[in-house]
């Protein structure tokens, strides 16, 4: 399933796919031509998986295939990031299972994360498989964590279940399933109706240094 589209009033939900939901070339242009969507005509967003994933990140089975365009798909991964992280309206990751490398940093660049609460892991695995963060990556992580937490969670891969996540701040609240996306929704409605031109401003400068870093791309990382 590609990318779809959904409006709850006037927040959109968005959902990744129902598969692994990996970042594979055409994914991220359902997910950018969604995105421009969106900013037209909502006033708040949702991100969510279906089934057991939230996203798998990187395609690496596309990246081993197209190895010479590396810097130019990882380009594309940042620019996604930065573009999550300074969205203009409020931003909502509904984690409703496994978000591992490139799918949990997708979720952290958004304003808030809820976690499904009874299976799935919030992980970043590129110390277990061999593949560096950018300096843009780790620079995300560490704008939304604090120094032990970024330090465990890149250092170690260790897998977080929900509420865990929590307890470590990765995640801001955990739910049921059933209620992923509801608990979603809820976070947005107390903040909905900001002038977006302000908040875009005010995620641009608080996020000026991650988006610097995004913006050089790999800067010189082999995956």
């Known amino acids: 399933m590609t990318p779809t589209l959904t409006h709850h009033e006037d927040i959109a939900v968005l959902t990744l796919g129902n598969d692994e939901n990996r970042f594979a070339p ?6 950018n031509a969604h995105l421009d969507e969106v900013e037209k005509s909502a006033k708040g967003l949702v991100t969510v998986g279906s ?9 690496l089975d596309w990246l081993m295939a197209n190895s010479d365009r590396l810097d130019w798909y990882v380009g594309r991964i940042h620019e ?9 309206l409020p931003t909502v990751a509904a984690v409703n299972g496994h978000a591992f490398g490139g799918g949990a940093m ?6 808030y994360r809820v976690m499904r609460d009874d299976r799935g892991y919030f992980c970043f695995p590129e110390v277990d498989i061999n593949i560096p963060f950018t300096p ?7 704008a939304k964590t604090t120094p032990q937490t ?20 990765l995640v801001d609240a955990t739910a049921a399933e ?17 002038d977006r031109t302000t908040l875009g401003a ?22």
């Open 80 to 88: 996604l990031f930065s573009r999550v992280l300074t969205f203009s």
């Open 51 to 59: 089934g057991k994933f939230y996203s798998n990140g990187l395609d």
């Open 26 to 31: 055409d994914r991220l242009d359902a997910i």
């Open 178 to 194: 059933a209620e992923i996306v509801t608990a979603a929704l809820g976070r947005l409605q107390p903040i909905l109706g900001k």
């Open 202 to 223: 005010i995620k641009t400068t608080m996020f000026a240094s991650v988006t610097e870093a995004l913006g050089r791309g790999p800067g010189g990382v082999s995956l």
């Open 150 to 169: 970024a330090m465990t969670a890149m250092s170690t891969g260790h897998r977080y279940p929900g509420a865990e996540a929590k307890e470590a701040g």
């Open 136 to 142: 843009g990556m780790a620079a995300l992580i560490q």
């Open 106 to 111: 997708l979720a952290m660049a958004h304003d």
